[in-house]
Every structure is written in C-alpha cells, then in structure tokens.
C-alpha cells in the first residue's frame, strides 16, 4: 500500500509538472485544447451520418448512440491525458541507455513509467466527451441515480485500469524489440474494436471482446448502466479485467529479465 501511495504522489508531482511546462506557453496550450475538442466533436458528426445514411447498429437508436460517442471521447481523452507520454518516451530511455536509471529508484520500474505517462494536451477530449454525456442524459430523460453514476465512474476507473495492462504490455514489448516499428499501430488497431458497439460483432468476436481481451468495460458497459440496461456480463468483463493486469505484470517481469543495458 506504501509504494502504491508513493507511485500516486510521483503521479501527480509529475503531472503539475507536465502541466506547469504546458502552460508556460498559455496560447499553444489554448489551442491544443480548442483543436482537441474541435476533433472530437468528429467523430458524433460521423456517427449521425451513418445513422442519416444507414440502419444503424442493431438495438441501438441515434441519442443512444450519441451518449456511446460521449463517453468514447471521454474514455479516450483521460488515457491519452494519463498515459500519452508513454509511447514517445519509453523507447527513448532504452534506446539512450536511461532505463537503468528507473531500476536504482525506491519504486518499481513499471509503476515509475506509468507515474510519468502524463500528457496535458488531451483536455479538449474529456470537455467534450463530458458535455455530450451531461447532454444526451439530460435530453432523453434518463433515470440515473447514486447508483448509476457510482457504478459508470467504476466501470470508467476499470477500462483504464485494463488500458494500463495494455500499456505495460507495450512496455514489456520495448524491452525486448526497442524500436517498436509498426507493432504500435497494430496494438492501436485492435484497441478500435473497443470503440464500437458489441452488438455489430458475431458471438464468437463479441465473447473475446468480453473475456479474453475485455475491451467492452471501455465504453460498451458504461453505456449501457446509463441506458439501464446492466447484464452479468459486465461481472465477466470486470474479473477478467483484474486477470489480464495480473498476466501484464507476468509478462513485464519476465521481460523485464531479459532487458541489457543500452537496448543491446
């Protein structure tokens, strides 16, 4: 408990940090936010043109799927912000032989690498991602109570808890490669999967998405407490979210022994 406390205090000193650094230049920092949030209002233009267009996904209308697109930015705004400076920054450290540094501090390596990950140029995602959901709640009359919204912050808690897996894996994975290539663009591949309904996969798909790779805590779940629409699943989902984590750190500390100095 001690050295998770200490990891959340290194985490926010170095976010203060981070952002300290981000403001210093206040305009650029405007306009990465003003940027971030015009991008994100993309991807609900899109979805109302599909939806103009097509049938739609199955069981679910355009303001539900409005609020699956809310809580989509809001997702992907606070795992860029949490741990967007990971990916540019890790491969420099065991390129440049700086790693070996993270080994000699009082804290696990991993937990010192995920403590830094802090990105400040993501807010305009949670803005909108926030605005949509307050406003898809408010103009289709949901009945979210304590409850509700005591179970949504959880599940939303869960799925970057089980993107961090994600994250050490990549970790794990730099240990051994160094240079990561394209290998990133296939992890970011798959984690697209998770940005759409379960409903528009076949069982055998929508299955893997629940247990092996539980992805569907991302925004799948979320939505669905809102909508009132809970199911057992999400029991499923949630337990094989806290085994996925386990398996990472296996995988990390195994990798973690194969690592030499340098990236040789």
Not at 43 to 52: A, N, R
């Amino acid at each position: 408990m001690k050295t998770v406390l200490g990891l959340f205090a290194l985490f926010f000193e170095t976010s203060k940090l981070r952002l300290s650094q981000a403001m210093a230049y206040r305009l650029n920092f405007i306009l990465h936010t003003l940027i971030s949030l015009a991008f994100s209002s993309i991807g609900p233009v899109l979805q109302y043109l599909i939806f103009s267009q097509t049938r739609g996904f199955p069981g679910w209308n355009l303001k539900q799927i409005v609020l699956f697109q809310g809580i989509l930015l809001l997702h992907l705004g606070l795992r860029s912000t949490l741990f967007g400076a990971l990916h540019y920054e890790l491969p420099q450290l065991i390129r440049q032989g700086q790693f070996d540094r993270l080994l000699l501090k009082p804290y696990p390596a991993i937990g010192t690498i995920l403590a830094g990950g802090f990105d400040a140029n993501h807010f305009g995602s949670i803005l909108a991602g926030t605005a949509i959901i307050t406003g898809s709640v408010l103009s289709t009359g949901m009945k979210v109570g304590i409850l509700e919204l005591g179970t949504f912050a959880a599940l939303i808690l869960m799925g970057l808890f089980l993107y961090m897996s994600f994250e050490i894996l990549y970790a794990a994975a730099v240990i051994i490669l160094v240079r990561m290539g394209r290998l990133y663009d296939i992890m970011g591949m798959l984690h697209k999967f998770g940005e759409y309904p379960l409903e528009i996969f076949t069982p055998a798909v929508r299955l893997f998405f629940i247990t092996a790779a539980p992805m569907a805590i991302w925004v799948n779940y979320p939505a669905q407490v809102l909508l009132g629409r809970q199911h057992i699943h999400i029991w499923y989902s949630l337990i094989c979210a806290v085994l996925f984590f386990s398996i990472s750190l296996l995988v990390w500390r195994k990798c973690l022994g194969k690592y030499t100095s340098a990236g040789g």
